[in-house]
T-cell receptor
C-alpha cells in the first residue's frame, strides 16, 4: 500500500513561501503524485500533479526528486485564503492502478496576518 | 455546467433506517468515487466505478452498496444505518486513463449524514 506521510500542521505568515513535504517510500513505478486542497465544509480541490522533476502551474509548484520517494508542494507568497488542509496522494498499487487513491490525514496549513 | 452535485446535503437517520445518496455529474467522466470523511481521518474510499455498469470496493466498503446504472449517476446505499456511519460523504469523478492513471478528481459539495 503506497501510503504517504505528511506533517500534521504548519504555520506561515502572509507573503511567505510555504513548502510542504510528503514521503511516499513505496510509490509504484507508474504512479503519479497528486496534491489536493480542502477548505472546511467543501470537497477537496485538485492543485497539481506530477511524475518526476518539477511541475509548475498558476497555483503551485511540485518538486519530485529522482528517487520519487518524496515530493514537495511549494506555495509562493501565501495569503490568508490559503489556510486549508493539503493532501498528498499517490496511487494504490494493489495489482491495479485503476482508480485507487490513498488520502492521508493531510497537512493543516494556517496562514497568519 | 453543474459539475458534480450531491443529493441530499444533510440527512439525519435513525439506526436501522435505509437511504440512498445520489451523485450526478455532467462532465462525461468515466470514473466515479464515493468517499467518507471523519474528523481527523482524511478521506477514505468506500466504492468506485470505472464505467457504466461497473463497481468495485474501496478501502471501507462494509455496510454500503453502490450502483452505476447510468454513466452520469453513482448511487450510494445504506441498507441499515449505524451510528458508525455518521460522516461526511463526498462523491468525486475523474477521467482515469488505464495504465497511465490521472488522479485529477473533481469533488461534489458533500452530504453530511448523522445516524442516531
Amino acid at each position: 500500500l503506497a501510503k504517504t506521510t505528511q506533517p500534521i500542521s504548519m504555520d506561515s505568515y502572509e507573503g511567505q513561501e510555504v513548502n510542504i513535504t510528503c514521503s511516499h517510500n513505496n510509490i509504484a513505478t507508474n504512479d503519479y503524485i497528486t496534491w489536493y486542497q480542502q477548505f472546511p465544509s467543501q470537497g477537496p480541490r485538485f492543485i497539481i500533479q506530477g511524475y518526476k522533476t518539477k511541475v509548475t502551474n498558476e497555483v503551485a509548484s511540485l518538486f519530485i526528486p529522482a528517487d520519487r520517494k518524496s515530493s514537495t508542494l511549494s506555495l509562493p507568497r501565501v495569503s490568508l485564503s490559503d489556510t486549508a488542509v493539503y493532501y498528498c496522494l499517490v496511487g494504490d498499487d494493489r495489482g491495479s492502478t485503476l482508480g485507487r487513491l490513498y488520502f492521508g490525514r493531510g497537512t493543516q496549513l494556517t496562514v497568519w496576518p | 455546467n453543474a459539475g458534480v452535485t450531491q443529493t441530499p446535503k444533510f440527512r439525519v437517520l435513525k439506526t436501522g433506517q435505509s437511504m440512498t445518496l445520489l451523485c450526478a455529474q455532467d462532465m462525461n467522466h468515466e470514473y466515479m468515487y464515493w468517499y467518507r470523511q471523519d474528523p481527523g481521518m482524511g478521506l477514505r474510499l468506500i466504492h468506485y466505478s470505472v464505467g457504466e455498469g461497473t463497481t468495485a470496493k474501496g478501502e471501507v466498503p462494509d455496510g454500503y452498496n453502490v450502483s452505476r446504472l447510468k454513466k452520469q449517476n453513482f448511487l450510494l446505499g445504506l441498507e441499515s444505518a449505524a451510528p458508525s456511519q455518521t460522516s461526511v460523504y463526498f462523491c468525486a469523478t475523474g477521467q482515469g486513463i488505464e495504465y497511465d492513471v490521472s488522479y485529477e478528481q473533481y469533488f461534489g459539495p458533500g452530504t453530511r449524514l448523522t445516524v442516531t
